[in-house]
């Protein structure tokens, strides 16, 4: 499935803030729901995410692939 760019740039900000902050993490999220509209997210510690109307689900995978 093609995402944004932007929602992709988006998610990695909020994985990314995530690992500065538990640079010790304990538990590795599954991915970052985030809103098509305002780019707001959430990290998603579940593996099979709930998402709300207007949601989005980027992958973990995705994002650290893409981590640059």
Do not use: W
Request: glycine content about 4%.
């Amino acid at each position: 499935m093609f995402l944004d760019p932007t929602l992709v740039q988006a998610a990695k900000r909020i994985y990314r803030t995530y690992c500065n902050l538990h640079s010790q993490m304990k538990k590795r999220p599954f991915g970052v729901a985030i809103d098509k509209e305002t780019y707001r997210g959430q990290l998603v510690f579940r593996e099979k995410p709930i998402l709300l109307p207007g949601e989005c689900f980027v992958n973990i995978n995705q994002l650290e692939a893409e981590a640059s």
